[in-house]
């Protein structure tokens, strides 16, 4: 299957620092990457939905000057957590959808474990 | 969003097969039914996915209901390696976007 890559796995950042987040999809080319973050004992919540070359999509409620997305290419997206906080502590997932067929679906990296001191 | 609803827990023993319910009573025509799983401090796993018709892959099988307003993920023969938490997704035909219900926390009883 398709394989979607996260780097890094875990970072410790102090508080007002930016930290930025890789997704990368490492055998298939990603029309649209989405970025979900997940609390302890939750459930995923989608943040942002990124189409390459064009500007991300917010959710409600996410704000689009604290997380930052790029999605430069048809393999890579970022996020960047600016000036972070205790509270943007939180393990964040990355999905990636090829985008070829209407039937196909994303396929989640193995999230990244942010710890904001 | 349609959302989904799925029982917070069930348990299974190891061998035997299992049935996880979600209903969607929201759907619209087009939404895909999607199932996924995620053990702790991973992203989620693709297990299956379907639109109207039953469908079977290696891992499990889905039931759709013939309205649509629920389906079945099949575990024919549960491991320990099954215990996860599942969850039943519809994707939104127009965005592609999948928003999660809290899903079924699956317990393998040995």
Redesign the interface.
């Given at each position: 299957?398709a394989v979607?890559s996260?780097h890094p796995s875990w970072v410790i950042c102090k508080s007002g620092t930016s930290v930025k987040i890789e997704c990368r999809s490492l055998d298939f080319q990603a029309t649209?990457m989405?970025w979900?973050r997940q609390f302890p004992k939750q459930?995923?919540?989608?943040m942002a939905?990124s189409n390459e070359g064009s500007k991300a999509t917010y959710e409600q409620g996410v704000e689009k000057d604290k997380f930052l997305i790029n999605h430069a290419s048809l393999t890579l997206s970022t996020l960047t957590v600016t000036s972070a906080h205790p509270e943007d502590s939180s393990?964040y997932?990355c999905?990636a959808?090829e985008?070829r067929e209407?039937?196909d679906?994303?396929?989640?990296?193995?999230?990244t474990?942010l710890t904001v001191l | 969003d349609a959302k989904t609803t799925q029982p917070n827990s069930m348990e299974s023993n190891e061998e035997e097969p299992v049935h996880l319910p979600c209903n969607h009573s929201t759907i619209s025509g087009t939404d895909y039914i999607h199932w996924y799983r995620q053990l702790p401090s991973q992203g989620p796993e693709y297990v299956i996915h379907g639109l109207t018709s039953n469908v079977n892959n290696r891992m499990a099988s889905l039931a759709i209901a013939e309205d649509r307003k629920s389906s079945t993920l099949i575990l024919h023969r549960a491991t320990l390696r099954d215990a996860a938490v599942y969850y039943c997704i519809l994707r939104d035909s127009g965005t592609y976007k999948y928003i999660f219900g809290t899903g079924t926390r699956l317990k393998v009883l040995a």
């Open positions: 299957g979607v996260q649209t989405f979900y459930s995923l919540m989608l939905t393990f997932i999905s959808r985008g209407r039937t679906t994303q396929y989640f990296g193995p999230g474990r | -």
